[in-house]
């Protein structure tokens, strides 16, 4: 096997690994949150995991199409965020896989599941029992809309993400090296 193909194996199987604790992590907070809470608070809390998620497939999508010309000068100048801006664009096909494919799947996944657990609050509110024909219907509507707003988020973010790369690509920059500088957390690779 060659270097690259074990070098991909490896990415592969600790993304793997990455997803499978982040997805336990998502699914354990969104459930004990929106068991104890009423169902508008619920459908907050759906709206936040699904503009995550939107949120991150635009990030993704930004580094794959910026360019990291503009950013050589101001690395240079040693403007803050410029150099993390280098380092996301140079190792886009990760960053992008991290963003779109662990962060964003999850949400969708765990958005799914919090909408359910509004589904019958509500239900349960109401008075209806479970598999009632109004249940069913309300789950209906309630996926439906997550699913809209989730791809109608997802269609404008990627409209923003190509459009205006090299700003999502700066402020991604500016906010990763705020993390990094202040809160002591590695969250790119070291620059080479």
């Known amino acids: 096997m060659n270097s690259q193909f074990k070098k991909s194996i490896k990415f592969s199987l600790s993304i793997a690994v990455i997803t499978f604790v982040l997805a336990a992590i998502f699914s354990v907070v969104s459930t004990s949150i929106l068991s104890d809470v009423i169902w508008i608070i619920g459908s ?12 991150f497939d635009m990030l993704g999508i ?3 199409a910026a360019a990291e010309a503009p950013f050589h000068a101001m690395a240079a100048e040693k403007v803050q965020g410029a150099k993390e801006a280098v380092i996301i664009i140079r190792n886009a096909d990760k960053f992008a896989s991290f963003c779109n494919d662990v962060i964003g799947d999850i949400s969708g996944i765990v958005s799914g599941t919090a909408s359910g657990m509004v589904v019958i609050q509500v239900s349960n509110l109401l008075g209806h029992a479970d598999g009632s024909s109004f249940q ?14 989730t791809v109608g988020g997802k269609a404008l973010g990627k409209y ?26 590695r969250l790119l690779p070291k620059s080479k």
């Open 44 to 55: 907050i809390v759906v709206l936040i995991i699904v503009l995550i998620g939107v949120l």
């Open 62 to 64: 930004a580094s794959t």
């Open 136 to 149: 069913i219907t309300l789950s209906v509507i309630i996926t439906s809309v997550i699913a809209a707003l």
């Open 160 to 185: 923003a993400a190509i459009n205006s790369s090299t700003k999502v690509i700066f402020f991604t920059g500016k906010v990763v090296h705020f993390i990094e500088k202040n809160l002591k957390i």
